[in-house]
């Protein structure tokens, strides 16, 4: 029922859009967030999403039915919040309603901003080949955070070599990650995830050095580093 009047009120408060005056945007990509008064579920994405955005892309909130200034909608909006994706000033893709799935809500925005082999690593649970990926010798202080939704989960210092082809570290930051175990291809491991997007990241084990003993074995293609 509360689904039905979002769209129902939606609908009407379109009509009324078209009469004001419309935003003007100036970025060449960027996400932005279509929104409508006393929306539950616009005030939720907000909560959820982007009270706390970390992401590179920028995104931002527009209270009208209409794309703003020089901006163009590839159809009509029906119900909000609808997420849309511009590139080059055209709608490339957009993600319709939220009802407090985080995880679907980055999984949209990571097929649009990964490459096709960052997207095997990250939803297939995919491994890059040893020596191939990113990071490998990154030894400047900085952040390894999560390629798209920009949360922090490895400091440099915390990165040693392991000789094994892989960005090794032997602590995340608090929070960063979740752990699940795998039975896959006859091993018994734990795999780990990105806490914020949970995509993907590698497998942590107990042959590191101290002081954890452990040592998180990362594909660095989904890893992004910003340094200090």
Same mark, same amino acid.
Do not use: H, Y
């Given at each position: 029922m509360l689904r039905k009047f979002a769209l129902l009120f939606f609908f009407l408060f379109s009509l009324t859009a078209c009469a004001k005056e419309k935003p003007t945007v100036n970025d060449n990509r960027q996400l932005i967030v279509f929104t409508a008064p006393d929306?539950?579920?616009?005030? =939720? *994405?907000?909560?959820?999403?982007?009270?706390? $955005?970390?992401?590179? %892309?920028?995104?931002?909130? /527009? /209270? !009208?039915? =209409? &794309?703003?200034? #020089?901006? &163009? %909608?590839?159809?009509?909006? *029906?119900a909000t919040p609808t997420i849309v994706l511009f590139q080059d000033n055209k709608e490339v893709s957009r993600y319709t309603g939220y009802e407090g799935d985080k995880r679907r809500f980055w999984q949209w925005l990571g097929f649009q901003l990964l490459t096709p082999e960052q997207q095997r690593i990250a939803f297939e649970q995919g491994t890059e080949r040893p020596f191939t990926g990113s990071h490998l010798d990154e030894k400047r202080p900085g952040t390894f955070v999560d390629p798209i939704t920009g949360?922090?989960? *490895?400091?440099?210092?915390?990165? *040693?070599? !392991?000789?094994? #082809? $892989?960005?090794s570290f032997f602590n995340p930051i608090e929070g960063s990650i979740t752990y699940h175990e795998d039975n896959s291809h006859g091993m018994k491991r734990v795999e780990v995830r990105s806490a914020s997007s949970g995509i993907h990241l590698g497998h942590v084990f107990d042959d590191g050095p101290p002081p954890t003993g452990k040592r998180y074995c990362i594909n660095g293609k989904v890893l992004k580093f910003i340094p200090d």
């Open positions: 929306c539950g579920f616009c005030a =939720q *994405f907000k909560r959820d999403i982007m009270t706390d $955005w970390r992401a590179e %892309l920028p995104i931002r909130e /527009v /209270v !009208s039915a =209409q &794309a703003p200034t #020089g901006l &163009a %909608l590839e159809k009509p909006l *029906f949360a922090p989960i *490895f400091r440099t210092d915390t990165k *040693f070599n !392991s000789g094994t #082809g $892989w960005p």
